[in-house]
Antibody, heavy 117, light 108 residues
């Protein structure tokens, strides 16, 4: 069974930093791209970032470029999203997703990031 | 950036009726890399359709996707009670990847 389990979501002050993680199981991790998608409370879906299966290529939404960094450790079946200079508008449920292409085939249950003073 | 516009915003239908959801792109979606997701309250989204028309594993055949270029459609042939949810389209052919604003299918 494919599983993606996110963790690390907390309440953080504006301007702060946070790293969230995703651990995968049930599939050959190094064959899949990993994408982060977020959803603010009561709002729609927003793609955040993508990292290729081998970690060489990364992409970011304009709204997070220069502030967020995605990385992965294929030995640990894990992906990380390092977030700096957090803003209130970054508050959302962050989903870890996987896909052989750029489609989010499988989804975790999300980790909640709240940016508030 | 490719902007996706979904219509209508809300669709009020009865079980057994046909639902037609539209997703229009501001420019051509390369490779027709267009996906549809279903999201129910309190749950993560679920992939239904990718490559505009390929139904993924375990998705019932009442769901179908069509279209190309800039105009795409998700059709639910006969609504079941569990199909009332929010549906999102996403273009996966060009970075930044983008989602439409969603269509809520509600019980009339």
């Amino acid at each position: 069974e494919v599983q993606l389990v996110e963790s690390g979501g907390v309440v953080v002050q504006p301007g702060g930093s946070l790293r969230i993680s995703c651990v995968a199981s049930g599939f050959t991790f190094e064959d899949y791209n990993i994408l982060w998608v977020r959803q603010a409370p009561g709002k729609g879906l927003e793609w955040v970032s993508l990292i290729s299966n081998n970690g060489v290529t990364t992409y970011y939404a304009d709204s997070v470029k220069g502030r967020f960094t995605i990385s992965r450790d294929n030995n640990k079946n894990s992906v990380y999203l390092q977030m700096h200079s957090l803003r209130t508008e970054d508050s959302a449920l962050y989903y870890c997703t996987s896909g052989r292409g750029w489609t989010s085939e499988n989804w975790g249950q999300g980790t909640l990031v709240t940016v508030s003073s | 950036e490719i902007v996706l516009t979904q219509s209508p915003g809300t669709l009020s239908l009865s079980p057994g009726e046909r639902a037609t959801l539209s997703c229009r792109a501001s420019q051509t979606v390369g490779g027709n890399y267009l996906a549809w997701y279903q999201q129910k309250p309190g749950q993560a989204p679920r992939l239904l359709i990718d490559d505009a028309s390929r139904r993924v594993t375990d998705i019932p055949d009442r769901f179908s996707g069509s279209g190309s270029g800039t105009d795409f459609t998700l059709t639910i042939s006969r609504l079941e009670p569990e199909d009332f949810a929010v549906y999102y389209c996403q273009q996966c052919g060009h970075s930044p990847l983008t989602f439409g604003g969603g269509t809520k299918v509600e019980i009339k």
